[in-house]
């Protein structure tokens, strides 16, 4: 698993990619060419000052490395965190990551 760095990169997916909200987050996906799953976070400004998005941020990550291994191959993922995840605990976040990226969590396999 990479980390979408570009703003290129970015826009691409969210232009040309499919999108699904739920609750805390917006997911944009585009299948790639390279065979591996790239991911990107992004939190606006609007939803509060730099230490509650960099801890969303954290929140996004931290989920998405529990279950890195259920991930499907060839994706360009885009994760942008709505203004409602700065009030949601880890656990809220964490729901709707594994939600939004269809992993299911196994009892004993992710925690």
Do not use: Q
Request: charged share 40%.
């Amino acid at each position: 698993m990479e980390t979408l760095k570009n703003s290129s990169d970015f826009r691409k997916v969210i232009d040309r990619g499919s999108r699904e909200i739920l609750g805390t987050i917006t997911v944009f996906r585009l299948l790639n060419e390279k065979g591996i799953t790239r991911i990107g976070i992004s939190v606006s400004k609007k939803t509060g000052n730099s230490v509650t998005r960099n801890k969303i941020k954290r929140r996004i990550r931290e989920a998405i490395r529990k279950s890195a291994s259920f991930l499907p191959a060839g994706e360009d993922i885009v994760i942008i965190a709505r203004r409602k995840a700065a009030n949601k605990g880890y656990k809220e976040v964490e729901k709707d990551v594994l939600e939004i990226l269809k992993v299911r969590k196994v009892e004993g396999e992710i925690e």
